[in-house]
């Protein structure tokens, strides 16, 4: 089965350029996540979908974020302009419902950089 | 606020004896917890979960233990193998908003 597939796996951009990064999640699942990896705060929530809905965007740090979910298949995640303490590995997840019983899986990640 | 700890950040162990991680947690709401591993360049992977009603969930060389009070959980791993080398990151979630909370991770290292 194929997993959660995120694109590009690599980004290398200078800063005010903007970025696009997009993920595939499990067919059937229902939730999709995006998270940001740094040392310093570790795995962050950015926002989580719904049946394609935004629930929580409580974790975008601020409006050059955005997401979408146009369709149960593909979401996005956004940033314009970028900086250069955007760079940080950027994962989506997706999970059949929620809770222990209902794990999320993870993509491998794009790890961005912001020069 | 970091509602999920790990501390000791770095493990190494022989191969074939066990491997613990510890994890503390802040928040009394979270209804269940849970472990995953990650291997350099690869998403995280679920490993084993546990309801906050349980003490004990066990899979294979996997145990993971729940002591409430304390607000601590703990995974074992035994027999350690090579292929247990990787980062191990504790998280834990509640029903009431779908979030999950993690740790920062451990990173396990098994010497054959």
């Known amino acids: 089965d194929a997993g959660v597939i995120q694109s590009p796996r690599h980004e290398v951009t200078e800063m005010g350029q903007e970025v696009t990064l997009r993920c595939k999640p499990i067919?059937?699942?229902?939730?999709l996540f995006w998270y940001r990896q740094t040392m310093m705060r570790g795995l962050e929530l950015l926002i989580y979908f719904n049946n394609n809905v935004p629930i929580d965007d409580s974790g975008m740090p601020e409006d050059r974020f955005s997401a979408k979910m146009p369709n149960a298949s593909f979401s996005t995640l956004k940033i314009q302009p970028s900086e250069p303490r955007d760079s940080a590995v950027y994962f989506c997840a997706s999970s059949w419902g929620t809770g222990g019983n209902q794990p999320q899986h993870f993509g491998d990640g794009t790890r961005l950089s912001i020069l | 606020d970091q509602q999920v700890k790990q501390n000791s950040p770095s493990l190494s162990v022989q191969e074939g004896r066990i491997s613990i991680l510890n994890c503390d947690y802040t928040n009394s709401m979270f209804d269940y917890f849970l472990w995953y591993k990650k291997y350099p360049a690869e998403g995280p992977t679920f490993l084993i979960s546990?309801?906050?009603?349980?003490d004990k969930n066990e899979d294979g060389r996997f145990t993971v233990f729940l002591n409430k009070s304390a607000k601590h959980l703990s995974l074992h791993i035994v027999p350690s193998q090579p292929g247990d080398s990787a980062v191990y990151f504790c998280?834990?979630?509640?029903?009431?908003?779908?979030?999950?909370?993690f740790g920062k991770g451990n990173q396990v290292v098994v010497i054959p």
């Open positions: 067919s059937g699942h229902d939730y």
């Open positions: 546990i309801s906050s009603i349980k």
């Open positions: 998280a834990a979630g509640d029903y009431g908003n779908n979030r999950l909370a």
